[in-house]
């Protein structure tokens, strides 16, 4: 992330190379931030472009709310055991209408 915010800053573009969907809260339309998504282990085919549109119809949340959306659903890649009895659609659904962790508990 300090790494993408100053190229950014400097006037570069970022493509970030990564099999991590961590990473796609760092896309960025507006500052030229892309992410290059590797397929999975043991598949063939190129990296796919992730901006904003793709990153939301992958995870069906903005990139901003990449991290909350982890929160939610959990990661088993990263550990994190997210809410019990919250998937992928619900903690989407849950974020798409209140915005935010803080806006789903106000």
Not at 49 to 63: D, E, F, G, I, K
């Amino acid at each position: 992330g300090t790494l993408t915010n100053f190229i950014v800053e400097v006037g570069g573009r970022v493509r970030i190379l990564t099999g991590d969907q961590d990473l796609f809260q760092l896309v960025d339309d507006e500052r030229d931030v892309a992410c290059l998504y590797l397929p999975a282990r043991g598949q063939s085919g190129s990296p796919l472009l992730m901006r904003s549109t793709n990153v939301m119809s992958h995870l069906m949340v903005a990139p901003s709310k990449v991290v909350d959306f982890k929160a939610l659903a959990g990661d088993s890649s990263d550990n994190i055991s997210g809410v019990k009895g919250i998937g992928r659609l619900t903690a989407a659904g849950l974020l798409n209408d209140f915005q935010s962790l803080d806006g789903i508990f106000d």
